[in-house]
């Protein structure tokens, strides 16, 4: 039997393995790297940076939901400086593949931090988050507007388009994914994260108020991979050569190969390394297990099989 | 930058004891030759509800001792309130059942090099960390006054074999059906004057954590806390169980309780800011 080809790629990004780490679910890796050696999976997509250091929502930041939880953290980090000085160097050193998330409150602030990172070796993609939920103002969140991801988008591709692939990460809190997919796509953007967490909210029956501090929050966990599967479907479906990154509620092997079969080109595990610190490593060789009992030779055989009729697996 | 705990593992170990003590429970865990790691004010995150479970957030519980060799080797005692749902599967488990637990996690409480007099302040079942805290300072020559407080007498924990290693136990209730009537923190002051006293080591609810550190504000006490925020993942990545603390230039910054705590200087929390917008 031959060996499985486990390989991924993300525009001209390659990847040894489909599994990474979700935005906003490991910081920038320190403390995962705890647990097992960052080099050993796919590669980390880091916390989203911002321009400037950003304090975040107050507290409660948390709830959890049934299969999921609420979180409300308001894109709390050091900012764009200090993260290039002291987060890139040591995933550098970590070997890590590193996929950097940014996020910005006007169109300007993603096109300057795209030039910062420009000049920043070591970098494998960019993913740009333009649906954080925890927001105050939902106009700001860009993903919900196909104008303003398009424009996002573009001024991100005018800063750094052709160097590394450029992620733009959708907000499934819309009546039309395919259309913001199209916009951003026909905007220069070389593949999709999807989806963003879900707007939720719980109200704490002991103060009969919102539960989180920023009232409202984004759900993630088991709860919505069901809404991530035919999201990254529809997309798949529109647009069969745009890689997907896909995520929400991923805890197996099982869960990513349905992912994948959606049409994810690789996947994002988020909320189970809250569950559990080894997740990304189990969740790697159970995916690597299944694709060899199912019969496939590459990871690349399994993308978006789902589409194709049935009978005709491979 | 402060890390994650440098001993941490994620392990799957073995529930060795589970005995009903009041209100609460108390568990004993095997965990080998992890014990010598964890040092009062740890805590540890544990995986709730099997397999299927619905509850995809890992408990926290602060180790309330450990011993290196008991007869099932190393093992750490959790002192657990069946409140929630996760708690509550928790001390159903029996003696046998396998955990996966995170641990050690977060900072530990600071010992004098001195031995200096010492109080410590617990409330509710946030007691439970200080006897095997109080345990340390006692080997280390400290004299160990402790309070503790709760809403009502089954709150209290307070073990008999835990009060060994402490010079004089004081215990308040708010509804007097234990020890004197009152708050605990209304003796600290007089305490604080009357012993020389030289660190203020508390434990339990925030509003407590706060007013003990009004106490200590101004004074030369150290007051060394273990806070209490709601945490995600217990291991740095979620960044839900932050709080507003100063560092020596004033500047406030919002610090994970699971990597920075949750013991820290009760002096460095903007406690007037816990659960706003900084």
Known sequence: MNELDFSTTIGNAWFPSPIFTASGCASSGRELAQFFPLHDIGGVVTKSIMSKARTGRPTPRMAETPSGMLNSIGLQGPGIDVFIANDIPYLIEQKARIIVSIAGETVEEYATLARKLRSVAGISALEVNISCPNVDNRGLVFACDPDASRRVIDGVRRAIGGEIPIIAKLSPDVTDIVAIAQGV????????????????????????????????????????????VRAVYQVHAALPKTPILGMGGISTGRDALEMIAAGASAVSIGTASFTNPTALVSIQSELRELLRLKGFESLQGAIGCAHRPVGDQQ | MATINKAAVQIRATLVGNKRVGQYHQLIISIGEIANQCRPGNFVAISVGGESSRMVLRRAFAISRVSESSSFGGTMELIVAPHGSGSKWLCAQGEGAVLDVVVPLGTAFGIPTEPVQVLLVGGGYGSAPLFGLAEVLHARGCRVDMLLGASTAGKIYAPMEGKRAVNSLRIFTEDGSMGQLGRVTDPIKSLIEDLDIAVVYSCGPMPMLAAINEITTGTDVIHQCAVEESMACGIGICMTCVLPVKDEAGNLSMLRSCIDGPVMDGSTVAWEKVGQVL
């Open chain 1, 185 to 228: 796509v026909d905007a220069g953007a070389d593949a999709l994260a999807l989806i963003n967490t879900v707007l939720g909210m719980v109200i704490n029956l002991d103060t009969m108020r919102p539960h989180l501090g920023g009232k409202t929050g984004g759900l993630s966990g088991p709860a919505i991979r069901p809404i991530a």
